[in-house]
């Protein structure tokens, strides 16, 4: 073993040993193993083709119903494109454009945000069942997948208008710092329990709505703190006309805002299954094969499983060892700690003949 290769084991011994740290690893480990990077680049899409027609369908919506009281328009147009910090601004103060034809706006913001909404809902589906390595012979139906769907237009639609009130909330108030305070707080109990209900929503049943709890919680406070952010970058710096330019900026910007929440998405639903399933300490350097490591790349295969009448069994073959027993190992045989003992085992379906996915 080279000195390199020892230092990398010693550092992965040493977050093995620690539990946040093994926890961290093993968060961005199962994100790598589900190739959510793939998932994250089409929840974002989805995202951006529903924003869009919902901001449409809201300004038109305004345009007709507060034609006389253009304050009040005004009021919840801003407290709206508060929630996306540097879109919002450019988005504002184009609004004029976008109220020339109010049928025509309300035709397409309606068409749009149908297309738009429905795709989110699929790709969030799919989002969660490949992050809790569902079978794909157990995976909901067609009825059941459009049964989802419809319920996340119902959990979008309502809190989009809950943070919209609460956004407004803000907007009204004489910005005394424990009125923003308690704005802040609701708005991240808001964004917890829409981030809930939303993950209720698109997880297969199977899945306890206690296993969502926790990347909720996260979810929806790292969004709170990135909206906070986001609005203080633009008060504080971006309020020259310069800021971006004109659409290109607006577009990239809405690109960027739209990819990062969509990965904070991903990383809270891989967090409520490295929990449930007690995904680490995870291997850095590899071998040796944690119990972790093995029980994930063991759901991976079992994900793959087509027809309730398919069995799929894997094994990997060597015990489960931490770095700090490899390096041990390999220290008294002067050479690789490899193990021909067989290690952890999964199998769908079960030996009675029912199909489970492995899991909560």
Known sequence: MNPFERSLRRIDALQQRHGPSAFVVGVVKKYGDDNAGALTVQLAYALFT??????????????????????????????????????????????????????????????????????LAGTGLYMMEQVWNIPGAVRPNFVSRLTRCLLFLGVLGAGLAVTTLLSGFGTFSSHEIGVDIASEAAAAACNMGLYIAAFRVLTPTRVGTRSLVP?????????????????????????????????????????????LGAQVTVYAAELNTVIARRLWPRGMVQPPLTEADQRSIGLQAIQSQRRPEQEIVTRVHGRPMSQDEYLARAARTDGPAESDEIGTELRVPERDGTTRAPGP
């Open 50 to 119: 529903t924003v869009f027609p919902l901001l449409l369908l809201l300004v038109t919506v305004l345009a007709l119903v507060l034609a006389s009281d253009p304050g009040a328009r005004k009021a919840v147009l801003d407290s709206t494109f508060s929630q996306f910090p540097i879109v919002g601004t450019q988005l504002a103060r184009n609004i004029h454009v976008l109220k020339r034809n109010s049928a025509f706006g309300l035709a397409v913001g309606i068409l749009g945000l149908v297309y738009g909404s429905t795709g």
């Open 215 to 259: 990347g909720a919680l996260f979810g929806g406070a790292v969004w709170t703190v990135l909206q906070a952010l986001g609005g203080y970058v633009v008060g504080h710096y971006l309020r020259s006309d310069n800021a971006v330019y004109g659409m290109f900026g607006t577009v990239l910007g809405l690109v960027a805002w739209i990819y």
